[in-house]
């Protein structure tokens, strides 16, 4: 039986097989005896998107009492669920994110080059959860509008989409497919708005295969 341990873009967390091309974390929410979860899904405010291999280290899954490994089909789809990239194992993509993270929400009277993930993790942490559950946004532009790597969400039906240049590619567990025509005032946002605003500004989300970008 395959772990609970594979993130949704809602933020969700199921057990699926497949793993994706991301691994994180959001703290200690699994017993090691059962490696099953525990009631909470977050211990700490830090949400990360870690790379799955690094400096030749292997863990087994669950096993322990350390960071509880989840698992994201790509960027776009663990940003959709409110985690940002690590400043250890993803340190290019961190400071990337963190400098159009402090072009899009920084005044440029502050001359800060990159946020800090303390204030990173705050922001996210208020626009991730509303009253413990997954928090939901409107939609701040036509979807053309919308940066490579957002992600929405047509509540009816629970599906979820990506944009990429201009169109909406539906989300499935093992990649993205084409969209049958779909009724945007419907939609809700699901990437934070902060997260949308730094794409915005330049950070570019790390797509799987599926979704035809060229990355």
């Not at 291999?53 to 669950?62: K, T």
């Not at 990429?164 to 049958?180: E, F, I, N």
Request: aromatic fraction near 8%; charge should be positive.
């Amino acid at each position: 039986m395959p772990l609970q341990n594979r993130v949704l873009p809602t933020g969700e967390i199921v057990a699926l097989p497949l793993r994706g091309l991301f691994t994180g974390n959001r703290g200690i929410i699994h017993d090691p005896e059962t490696k099953t979860l525990l009631a909470r899904r977050w211990s700490s405010k830090a949400w990360i998107i870690c790379v799955c291999e690094f400096q030749g280290r292997r863990r087994d899954v669950m096993a322990t009492r350390s960071w509880t490994e989840l698992f994201f089909l790509d960027e776009a789809t663990a940003m959709a669920a409110g985690h940002r990239p690590c400043f250890y194992c993803r340190r290019p993509a961190a400071t990337a994110f963190a400098a159009a993270w402090a072009r899009a929400h920084h005044s440029p009277h502050e001359r800060q080059p990159r946020a800090s993930a303390k204030e990173i993790d705050a922001v996210l942490h208020q626009q991730r959860l509303q009253d413990g559950a997954p928090r939901r946004h409107p939609l701040p532009a036509a979807l053309p509008a919308l940066p490579d790597g957002a992600m929405v969400l047509a509540p009816t039906s629970g599906t979820s989409f990506v944009i990429v240049q201009g169109r909406a590619l539906q989300w499935h567990p093992d990649g993205y497919r084409p969209a049958s025509p779909i009724d945007a005032a419907e939609l809700q946002l699901l990437t934070p708005p902060a997260t949308l605003r730094a794409f915005a500004a330049g950070y570019r989300p790390v797509l799987h295969s599926s979704a035809g970008a060229d990355r």
